[in-house]
Each structure stands twice: as structure tokens, then as C-alpha cells.
């Protein structure tokens, strides 16, 4: 008999892990049954106030009759509205790109990488929001880690030849991430200005993001946010040697390989005290993420268009729906300011490492395994506990991080959305 729940073990269903617990499989091969039976829907819940959150993932299908293949629907992207978004965005960034490789500029190394959700294929609702990182190599560089960051590094050249165009940016021996940020500013300010077959502004700097975020009002709103990346070709920060845990999802020498590609920094500050550090730059693995993603079957062939499909990019989608929904929900509360997709991202790869075979991500079992997703996001805010994917020292949930209130917030917000069948999924 099972002495924590007086249940008897049964045998694990062919589903796998996609109906098993979060903690490590019992080395009998057995399963034990859950503890908790499935709470009840409850009223509405008060900011802020704490809430308990299962410490096992379900075994069978949450309550409630919501259906998640119709807020998937609603989600896929129009394809004439793509087209026209990228075509628009596209002529606007060749521009920026030109002006900014002229040979005047400071930096006219730059080449283009595109990043985020919509390269991603993960973008939801419609394709309004872009990133794009211009990147620029920077060889023979030295990083000097910003104390008790992880995440966070001063930039200094090994050697700084005469004639170094970066030069003007040197802060005594220290590449200013700030300086460069104002004049990359400045170079994309003025060229904008030349564009007057578009209409596209600049929105006000926002202390300590590292985005130029420009706004493009035709044929709609359009948000697109460019981000300078120093490109650095030498191997990965010695932190970063516990993360990247794909051993058993995608193996090993995929692992070894995306180790060996370059990675990028970015002018984002570390805060200090009440502001921030304008020296510093942060590590970004932005490019890996999308590569993972894309490539995200331990079947190199998984959703392929004749292939055996999977649901883990449909549970992605509906978690940032989720804490998209929220947001919008609460947009007149700043408990939810903090929280961004990247967090829900984070916690998603934790669990595509834990639950790596294919058959785990049965399509047919999309609602038990996003209803999996949310409860290991609801364990993460719960201890207070989300592991940087590629720099486990970091925890993103961390009190000077995210603030007590906020979390508390959050958890009871998405505990009672669980128990009610997300009702939050038909509003707005």
C-alpha cells in the first residue's frame, strides 16, 4: 500500500508522464495515485491573498467542460494578416539595416537575426508585435560578471586596436552598454525621419529596456521592438554549464552543438539599488530558444506535415494566452507588471525536459497536458522558484524580483481560472 495517500500503485497509462506527477517517476516503474481529489470551482478570489497548489500534477482531466481546441482556433494567425505585417515590417527594417551598415556608422557590422514569438511560431491572437535583433560581432572580448547577477556582465576588449570605431563608447576599459544604446538610438531616430512613404514613430526610452521600440500605424498597429546584441564567439559563461538540461529530450549532440554557437549580449542594465547599472550588458540566448523550438521533437521528424504530431507549441500558446488574458484583465492593478511571457516560456522548457518523449505530448491529450503546464507554473510561484533555463543559478521568481504581493497575486488568480475552466479565456 502506498502510505502517503493508502492507495494501492497502479500500472502507468500508455499516455505516459503526460498524466504523471511533476517529482521524478517511482523507480519501481510503478505510478502512485494522486493524493488530492480535484478541488471545486470556487468564487471569484481577492487580490493578493495565498492560496495552496498541489504539489503533483493531475492524472486524469481537470474539471470542467471548457474545451481548448476552440481558444487555439481563435489564436492562429490570419495569413493575409501576416503577409501584410511582414511585408511592412520587412521594408522598414532593410532601411534601418542599410542606414545603420553604412560606412560611417559605428555600426556598420551589423547583420540581421530575427527573434521572438512570431519567428517562433508561437505568436498569438495577430502578428502585431515583432523583435528583431541587429547583431554585431565583437571579437577578443573579456566579460567580468556584474556581482550577484548571473545574468548581467561588464564587456572589456582584450586588445583595443587603434582605430576601434567601439572606441567612443569606452568607459575607461569598459565597453557602456548605455553609450552605445543612445547612439544606436540616435542613428534609428534620424533615418525614421527619412521615411516619409511610412508611418512609423519612436516610442519614449524606457528605463532599462534594451529595445529602440518603433510603432508603424499602416495597414494597422504595428509594434516593432530593435534590439542591438553583441555577438560573442567564444565559449559560454561557466554558470551556464548546469543549464540547457535537453540531454534526454533532444540528446546530446544537439545539446554540444547549440553549446557551440555563439551567444549574444544585450543593453540591458542590471538594477542597482533604486536605478540601474548603464555599463552592463546581459547575456541572451534568444537565438537557441527559437532553434529549440522549432526543432522541439526528440523525433526529429515530430510535427512534421506526414509525421506524428505533438501538442507542446499548442500548451506554449495557451499559457501566454493565459497570462495574456490576465494582464488584460487586471491591466488597471500593477500585481501583473513583472510577469511576462518569457517567465511562462521558462517554465515550459522545464517541463519539455522532464517529459521528453513525444507520446507525452499526445495531441489528444492537449487539455490534460496543458492543465500539467499550469500546475508547474503554479509550483514555481508557489516556492517561489523558476530556474533560468540556461543559467539555473538565476532564479526569475526570487524575492528582489518578483515581490511577494505580485506572486501571491498571480498564483490566486491562475488557481482559480484552473478550478472554473479559464473563463478568462472568453473575455475580452
Not at 5 to 21: H, I, L, M
Not at 125 to 144: G, Y
Not at 229 to 251: D, F, M, R, V, Y
Not at 400 to 421: H, P
Request: a positive charge; charged letters at 30%.
Amino acid at each position: 500500500m502506498d502510505r502517503r495517500c493508502g492507495k494501492a500503485p497502479r500500472k502507468p497509462s500508455k499516455a505516459g508522464p503526460a498524466t504523471s506527477r511533476v517529482s521524478e517517476p517511482d523507480p519501481s516503474g510503478t505510478q502512485m495515485e494522486p493524493c488530492e481529489p480535484a478541488p471545486a470551482p470556487r468564487a471569484e478570489p481577492g487580490p493578493g491573498a495565498r492560496v495552496q497548489v498541489p504539489r503533483s500534477l493531475r492524472t486524469e482531466a481537470p474539471p470542467g467542460g471548457w474545451n481548448p481546441r476552440p481558444v487555439l482556433d481563435r489564436l492562429k494567425l490570419n495569413r493575409q494578416q501576416i503577409s501584410a505585417a511582414a511585408v511592412v515590417v520587412n521594408k522598414v527594417v532593410d532601411r534601418l539595416l542599410r542606414r545603420l551598415q553604412d560606412r560611417e556608422s559605428e555600426f556598420k557590422g551589423v547583420t540581421l537575426l530575427r527573434t521572438g514569438s512570431y519567428y517562433e511560431r508561437v505568436k498569438i491572437s495577430s502578428p502585431n508585435e515583432f523583435d528583431v535583433m541587429f547583431k554585431l560581432e565583437v571579437p577578443r572580448i573579456q566579460l567580468e560578471e556584474y556581482p550577484n547577477s548571473g545574468a548581467h556582465y561588464f564587456v572589456k576588449f582584450k586588445r583595443n586596436p587603434k582605430g576601434n570605431p567601439l572606441s567612443q563608447f569606452l568607459e575607461g576599459e569598459i565597453l557602456s552598454a548605455s553609450k552605445m544604446l543612445m547612439k544606436f538610438r540616435k542613428i534609428i531616430k534620424e533615418e525614421i525621419k527619412n521615411m516619409k512613404d511610412q508611418n512609423v514613430s519612436m516610442e519614449k526610452k524606457k528605463p532599462g529596456s534594451p529595445a529602440v521600440t518603433l510603432l508603424i500605424e499602416i495597414p494597422e498597429k504595428i509594434s516593432v521592438d530593435v534590439i542591438l546584441a553583441l555577438e560573442a564567439k567564444t565559449s559560454w559563461p561557466a554558470n551556464t554549464k548546469e543549464g540547457l538540461l535537453i540531454q534526454n529530450w533532444l540528446g546530446k549532440k544537439v545539446r554540444n552543438d547549440l553549446r557551440r554557437q555563439p551567444f549574444y549580449l544585450v543593453p540591458k542594465h542590471a538594477k542597482e539599488r533604486h536605478g540601474f547599472q548603464g555599463e552592463t550588458w546581459r547575456i541572451s540566448f534568444s537565438h537557441i530558444e527559437k532553434d529549440i523550438l522549432n526543432n522541439h521533437g526528440k523525433s526529429k521528424t515530430c510535427c512534421e506535415t506526414d509525421d506524428v504530431k505533438c501538442c507542446r507549441k499548442k500548451c506554449l500558446k495557451l499559457m501566454k494566452y493565459l497570462l495574456e488574458q490576465l494582464k488584460k484583465k487586471f491591466e488597471d492593478r500593477k500585481e501583473l507588471n513583472k510577469f511576462c511571457s518569457y517567465h511562462v516560456k521558462t517554465a515550459f522548457f522545464h517541463l519539455c525536459s522532464r517529459y521528453h518523449l513525444d507520446s507525452q505530448w499526445d495531441p489528444k491529450d492537449l487539455k490534460l497536458c496543458f492543465d500539467n503546464c499550469v500546475t508547474f507554473l503554479l509550483e514555481c510561484l508557489r516556492t517561489e522558484n523558476l530556474a533560468h533555463y540556461f543559467i539555473p543559478v538565476v532564479n526569475l521568481f526570487s524575492q528582489d524580483k518578483i515581490d511577494n504581493v505580485s506572486r501571491a497575486f498571480l498564483l490566486e488568480q491562475i488557481e482559480y481560472e484552473r478550478n472554473n475552466g479559464f473563463p478568462v479565456f472568453g473575455e475580452f
